[in-house]
C-alpha cells in the first residue's frame, strides 16, 4: 500500500476510473453483439452511439470506432 497522501488518493480514483471503464467497454461489446446477432437499424444506432462515447473518452481509438462502425454497416 502506498503511504504518501497522494499516491492514495490516486489508487482511489484508479479503482474508480477502472470501474467506470469496464462498464462502459461491457457495454459496448453487448451493443456490438446484439447488432451482430439481430441485424436491427435500431440496434446499429445503438452500438454507433457506445462506440463513438468509448472513442470520446479515449477507451478504444476512433480509428477503431470508426472500423467497428463500417464493419457494423456492411452486416446491414
Do not use: G, Y
Not at 499516491?7 to 453483439?33: G, Q, Y
Amino acid at each position: 500500500m502506498p503511504i504518501i497522501r497522494s499516491a492514495i488518493k490516486k489508487v482511489r480514483k484508479d479503482k474508480t476510473r477502472t470501474a467506470r471503464n469496464k462498464k462502459r467497454e461491457l457495454s459496448m461489446k453487448e451493443a456490438i453483439k446484439k447488432v451482430r446477432v439481430s441485424k436491427k437499424p435500431k440496434d446499429l444506432q445503438a452500438a454507433f452511439s457506445a462506440l463513438d462515447k468509448a472513442a470520446k473518452v479515449k477507451l478504444i481509438h476512433p480509428n477503431k470506432a470508426s472500423r467497428l462502425k463500417s464493419r457494423l454497416s456492411k452486416l446491414i
